[in-house]
């Protein structure tokens, strides 16, 4: 193991992961020891549910990109480290099987001589940006809740290491021990820790494509396209223009829910209704945080206390000029 850490980095080279990179080397030994035989390369981005077929969000996978919008969702992940203005590459998993047939049709009937390569990606002719997919998952809470919630969805984008470390360590690590003391006094087995660890080694396998941007050719699949009939184009849809991305998000949830959770869809008011009361649970307990350091505050400093006191008695001052302005009406 230890040799292999060693050797990870130097046999990566520029590639950010083994992944990209074993891509890598399976399309040149393709190129070397096959390039006599009809071929082409399809390189699809980030695959994710599908957008119609067979079903409007279905998913089988529980790791990577999938995991990562689930814990969003869920409101355990609270922080990330990337450029939340930039596009983010995501593709339905169906549009990428339709592209595979309509591209195997082709390299057979067309047997150009050439390796041609179809980046199957939405950036180019579609685009999304982080702040807009993590927005819309983190809006979805509400409207559709898992059954599960750890807390209320918010995430904070942070572009340089240390804020994310610092938001790091108030929003994860510091909620998770605290989480797993009170399972421990309750004679339960801690879990939240062990949870966490294992959430940032999803975001540490995504944080170089949250922190870069993209640009794919567009080309040949656009020429693929050009080539097909109309109801050839809606036997097997794959042009990414015609996806609206609030939509689809929504059934990327949405399946994450009902296929990779298997919840019960028929509960959403239930758990709507739990989520109303961790709201209020999490309100509670932040009045009577800051009533407590308000408190202490006012102990050991006059102007802290003047300070206080000046808060307190602007709405107490309001509410009373409010019900003298309710019975001055009644009186006339």
């Known amino acids: 193991d230890s040799l292999m850490e060693k050797l990870t980095p130097i046999l990566l080279g520029k590639k950010p992961n083994t992944y990209t990179f074993s891509k890598a080397c399976a399309e040149y030994m393709l190129t070397q020891e096959a390039a006599d035989l009809p071929m082409a390369i399809v390189r699809p981005s980030i695959i994710c549910p599908s957008w119609r077929e067979p079903f409007v969000g279905w998913c089988d996978n529980t790791q990577g990109f999938v995991r990562l919008i689930a814990v969003i969702w869920q409101g355990i992940l609270r922080v990330l480290y990337g450029d939340a203005d ?17 591209v195997a049709w082709d390299t057979a009937v067309a047997r150009s001589g050439n390796i041609l390569v179809y980046n199957v990606t939405s950036g180019g002719v579609n685009p999304l940006t982080n702040r807009e997919l993590v927005g ?70 995504g944080t170089f494509f949250a922190t870069h ?98 808060v307190i008695s602007f709405p107490v001052k309001f509410f009373q000029y409010l019900l003298l302005l309710i019975s001055s009406a009644k009186a006339t």
Not at 86 to 102: E, F, G, H, K, M
Not at 235 to 240: G, L, P, R, V
């Open 86 to 102: 930039a596009r983010v590459d995501i593709i339905p998993v169906d549009t990428v099987a339709n592209q595979l047939i309509v």
């Open 213 to 310: 941007e993209f640009d794919w050719s567009h080309d040949n699949t656009d020429t693929l396209l050009a080539k097909m009939g109309e109801k050839e184009k809606m036997t097997f849809a794959f042009d990414c223009r015609d996806l609206h991305w609030p939509t689809y998000i929504d059934y990327f949830v949405m399946g994450i829910k009902a296929y990779l959770l298997k919840e019960d869809m028929d509960k959403l008011p239930q758990a709507r209704a739990r989520l109303n009361r961790l709201r209020i649970t999490q309100w509670g307990f932040n009045t009577i945080l800051i009533l407590l350091l308000g408190r202490v505050l006012m102990t050991n400093s006059k102007k802290a206390r003047n300070i206080w006191h000046l």
């Open 136 to 205: 819309t998952v983190v809006t979805l809470q509400r409207k559709s809740p898992s059954d599960v919630i750890f807390r209320r969805a918010n995430v904070a984008w942070a572009n340089n290491n240390f804020m994310h470390q610092y938001r790091r360590i108030v929003s994860h690590i510091v909620p998770a021990y605290l989480g797993d003391m009170v399972l421990r006094i309750i004679g339960r087995k801690p879990r939240i820790v062990k949870l966490y660890n294992k959430v940032d080694k999803v975001v540490q396998a």
